[in-house]
């Protein structure tokens, strides 16, 4: 009894501190989201045009948590939920997403953002069932998504010369 309410405790403090979350569906590969705990769960909105992707989660479902540490960005604990999808304008969707609200950046929209997420987008309640995973011994990396962003390409023929010129000005 002792260790189980220990370890509903670590899921709760790591999740509600934590930035992201690392949330794997059944057959999909790990993804990060944006959260708020509210009331017992982290809380996910998305599936909609400007919102986060949420790939495997489907209401009834079970879904793979991972939470990582906010400082030095590694895994604290592994926990199994339950992914639960609230009928858009029910009380308890909209006290949902008044806590969501306050943790979404950059919305295109501000005060217009609940409307949209109840006609365009899930919110989705992952609830933990109780268990945890061990910690494993690797790293469990894995390769990034496919994507058509690259990040390395080769430096225009002229920057070097831009470069030096820079410098040669400063030293006059």
Known sequence: MTSELLNQALVEEATKKSGLIWVKGPGVPARALWHAWHEGAACVVGDGPGE????GL???GLAEVTVRSKDKGGRLVSWSAKVVELVSGSEEWEATVAELKGKRLNAPD???MPARWARECRVLRLEPTGTTAPL???????APLPSPATTRQPIPAGLPRLLLKKKRRQRR
């Open 58 to 60: 489907a209401d009834g």
């Open 110 to 112: 501000g005060e217009a």
């Open 136 to 142: 494993p011994d690797g790293s469990l990396a894995e």
């Open 52 to 55: 986060q992707p949420l790939p």
